[in-house]
């Protein structure tokens, strides 16, 4: 299985996971998803090589911003700093955005 295919595969998971943990407000699954959502980064699975250029840059840039952004209103909600349904769902629709940003970059690098 090819590092792309394994940082999917654990995305996927992470988001099977946060869905339903946000529907039904329930907290403690989201450090399940949570290891799953960050396991790519440890092992190297989500390294790609050749990345070269501005616009692997910037994609890149966009998806640590939107990453870290998304788990800030996870942490909040968790430690009931903030406990809406409003932090809930943004975390999960920002969360959303930083995969798609991701998958922009993976898509991206594939081309050339």
């Known amino acids: 299985m090819r590092n792309r295919d394994k940082t999917m ?47 692997a840059g910037k994609w890149v840039a966009v998806h640590v911003v939107l990453t870290l952004a998304a788990y800030l209103f996870a942490i909040l909600w968790f430690f009931k700093l903030w406990d809406t349904v409003l932090a809930r769902f943004l975390f999960l629709e920002i969360w959303w955005l930083a995969v798609m940003a991701g998958v922009k970059l993976t898509v991206s690098h594939n081309r050339g």
């Open 9 to 55: 595969l654990c995305v996927a998971i992470a988001g099977l996971i946060f869905i339903p943990s946000v529907i039904w407000n329930v907290r403690w699954p989201i450090l399940i998803g949570a290891f799953f959502d960050w396991l790519p980064l440890p092992t190297g699975w989500m390294k790609f090589e050749g990345e070269k250029g501005p616009s």
